[in-house]
């Protein structure tokens, strides 16, 4: 069974540019999130879908980030423009059920984005 | 809301010495407790988690846990690390019946094992 994947795996870009991160869950997984760790901080939250519909938006840092699961496979998560401050590396994690919360999460290897 | 910490943010030891890697939470809510560990150029992967019963949960290589509910800790152990052992570590955790499942994680631990 192929794990989580994420493309790209490092980006560099100008800041004010646009990128787009995408991630492949686990096949028929419906949970699909988005973390980010920044600077060698915590992994923080940003996002939650089920299937196709967002269920938890609340750590999305602001309205620059876009995040889209269209059909409920794959999901990208657009930064426009980008800011300096968003680099660090973008994780998404695959759950199959939400089992009031002892569903293991699997993660993506990540994307490291840094923005000049 | 939930917070947690891990006082060591490297942690370098010697081939076969013993470990722990600390980590304790805040929450006023119960919580489910987790340790992912990160090898290099690899996604987090689960390493063991809490979630009722037996304080403490082992790892198929030799890791273990405890969870100590009156101190508000999940600290990691290893009797006699190997080179392989060398990652990062993240404790994380989740609300008990959270209808989200999203993970709190402390800021991590870089266990480096030396020759």
């Known amino acids: 069974e192929a794990g989580v994947t994420q493309f790209p795996s490092h980006s560099v870009i100008e800041k004010g540019q646009t990128v787009t991160l995408r991630c492949d869950p686990i096949?028929?997984?419906?949970?699909l999130y988005w973390y980010r760790r920044v600077m060698g901080k915590e992994i923080k939250f940003l996002l939650h879908f089920v299937k196709e519909s967002k269920q938890d938006e609340s750590g999305m840092p602001n309205n620059r980030f876009l995040a889209e699961r269209t059909g409920g496979t794959y999901s990208t998560l657009k930064v426009q423009p980008a800011e300096l401050e968003d680099s660090g590396v973008y994780f998404c994690?695959?759950?199959?059920?939400?089992?009031?919360?002892?569903?293991?999460?699997?993660f993506g290897p990540g994307t490291r984005l840094t923005v000049l | 809301a939930q917070s947690v910490t891990q006082l060591d943010s490297q942690v370098p030891v010697f081939e076969e010495a013993p470990v722990e890697l600390r980590c304790n939470y805040s929450s006023s809510v119960s919580v489910y407790l987790f340790w992912y560990v990160q090898y290099p150029n690899q996604g987090l992967q689960l390493l063991l988690k809490?979630?009722?019963?037996?304080?403490l949960v082992k790892s198929i290589n030799g890791f273990e846990a405890e969870f100590n509910k009156s101190q508000t800790s999940f600290h990691l152990r290893k009797p006699s690390v190997h080179i392989s052992d060398t990652a990062e570590y993240f404790c994380a955790v989740t609300k008990v019946n959270n209808a989200g499942n999203m993970l709190t994680f402390g800021g991590g631990t870089r266990l480096m094992v030396k020759p």
């Open positions: 096949s028929g997984h419906d949970n």
């Open positions: 994690a695959s759950s199959h059920s939400l089992a009031a919360g002892t569903d293991t999460q699997y």
């Open positions: 809490y979630l009722s019963g037996s304080t």
